[in-house]
């Protein structure tokens, strides 16, 4: 979907009123694409139908202090606004100023494991040897910033 104007706090709540408007009674994640060595099996149990009841919503934050994943159980427009505006964005403290928010709002939060995002090239680095099977580190290694064996 094109993403709307703003910074990135409105076109996150705005992906979540546009996963509303899809599926109303749909849970919705967004998931950071700076998470290359996400593989799903780290989803599969907190997300399972069998730990989902009771669940409001599900945080998973990075390592430098923001977050990769934010999932709703009931996405609604208002919601999301009041969770993301005028949040700083790409700050140490950012993950904090989300989870304060959603204790605010008096949800139940699942938590998802901390994983690093890629923000520079020594994160890239991190992630590529943490995933060395993953086409981010290949792509990686083709640039020759990468560890392990060239691509050839």
């Given amino acids: 979907m094109p993403q709307c104007a703003g910074g990135l706090d409105r076109r996150l709540a705005a992906a979540f009123a546009h996963a509303a408007r899809l599926a109303p009674h749909a849970p919705a994640l967004l998931v950071g694409m700076d998470t290359p ?14 730990r989902r009841p009771g669940v409001d919503a599900w945080f998973g934050p990075a390592e430098d202090g923001g977050f990769w994943a934010l999932g709703l159980a009931r996405p609604d427009a208002r919601l999301a606004a009041r969770l993301l505006h ?45 995933a060395p099977g993953t086409r981010f580190a290949a792509r990686l290694r083709e640039c020759g910033t990468a560890p392990g064996p060239a691509v050839r």
């Avoid at 060595?37 to 069998?50: E, G, N, R, T």
């Fill in 37 to 50: 060595q996400l593989d799903p099996a780290v989803l599969a149990a907190p997300l399972s139908a069998a």
């Fill in 86 to 130: 005028g949040v700083p964005m790409s700050t140490p403290g950012t993950g904090r100023d989300v989870r304060d928010r959603l204790r605010a709002a008096g949800l139940t939060v699942g938590e998802l494991p901390p994983l690093l995002d890629v923000d520079g090239p020594d994160d890239a680095a991190r992630v590529a040897a943490l």
